[in-house]
């Protein structure tokens, strides 16, 4: 029918990835590719235009069925606006984000955080449907999060609410990734990255281990390479994902501490360690949340590492007349 599709957009830390989808959520087309490292927001706006278009031109639906875009950003995000108000790994400070692509593409655009995008999505047609309690941690390059209290998605007053990967776990701990000036939170001791640096570190110490090995042939250590050999055996590689899940549960633990949700997810591009992050994750976040918080049940986001994708075309779809 018209009207009946929209295009999500998930702009992350490191990657675009751009889908077509139904009303019903089914993704019938997508497109990934790396972003720029760039210092230049028009390489990012112009990244997403190609995208859009692309699956736009795929002949898969006529253009004038797609409704509108839905994007999530790494940003907090003045939504009256349309603007990214505050961007830890990209450079999108002020600018006008929703009216700039709507101008290119001739489409109606709307706009949010990322992981609110990706929490949206799993409320509405993933893991998270039928709870009113929910908090989802997307762990990538940073860690962003969305959260869903007494059925309505936390935005705050000004849309910066729930920026529980900047939430300090560590007083004394290293800097933070990216813009963000503070030490010790969470992000820079539980991400994608930090697991890959954790990797590294251990490689350095298990001369015999597969991580070494790597490392020895030049290979760069990141958080999918020590997923991959963890996955293999390599008894260095689990343990930097242990640990890594330990400090991650750390964080659940505040979260439940502060919201009393009844599902926490996991979600982003190391949820896909599974039970070799998520089981210390879970049983040190149930280790120091008080109870009966402690008692939320603790899952991988079905969506997985497209959540924030889809949760832009939901938006589309919620928003988008």
């Known amino acids: 029918m018209p009207g009946d599709c929209v295009i999500g957009v998930d702009l992350g830390g490191t990657k675009l990835l751009a889908g077509l989808v139904r009303r019903d959520l089914t993704v019938l087309q997508r497109v990934y590719r790396l972003a720029p490292a760039s210092d230049d927001p028009e390489d990012l706006l112009q990244l997403v235009v190609d995208d859009v278009r692309e699956l736009l031109a795929s002949g898969i639906v006529a253009p004038q069925d797609v409704r509108g875009v839905g994007v999530g950003i790494p940003s907090l995000v003045d939504r009256a606006h349309g603007v990214a108000v505050s961007t830890v790994h990209q450079p999108f400070d002020g600018v006008p984000v929703r009216d700039e692509l709507q101008d290119r593409l001739q489409l109606p655009v709307a706009l949010d955080n990322d992981a609110n995008c990706a929490v949206l999505a799993e409320w509405r047609g993933g893991a998270a ?148 992050l998520l089981a210390s994750a879970r049983t040190e976040a149930r280790r120091r949340a008080r109870p009966p918080s402690n008692g939320a049940r603790v899952e991988t986001a079905r969506f997985g590492a497209v959540a924030g994708m889809v949760g832009g075309a939901v938006l589309a779809l919620e928003e988008l007349a």
């Open 129 to 276: 449907v039928g709870c009113d309690d929910v908090v989802l941690l997307t762990v990538g390059t940073g860690i962003g999060s969305g959260v869903v209290s007494g059925g309505q998605l936390v935005r705050g007053s000004t849309g910066a609410a729930t920026e529980l990967g900047h939430m300090v776990v560590d007083f004394d701990g290293p800097l933070c990734q990216g813009a963000c000036t503070n030490r010790g939170c969470l992000e820079a001791l539980a991400s994608g990255s930090a697991l890959g640096r954790e990797g590294a570190r251990l490689a350095g110490q298990r001369p015999g281990s597969a991580l070494a090995r790597l490392a020895g042939e030049g290979h760069t250590i990141t958080g999918v390479t020590v997923t991959e050999q963890a996955r293999l055996g390599d008894r260095a590689a689990v343990e930097a994902l242990e640990r890594v899940g330990t400090l991650l549960g750390v964080g659940i633990a505040n979260a439940m501490n502060i919201f009393n949700p009844e599902l926490v997810l996991i979600g982003g591009g190391v949820s896909d360690a599974g039970e070799l």
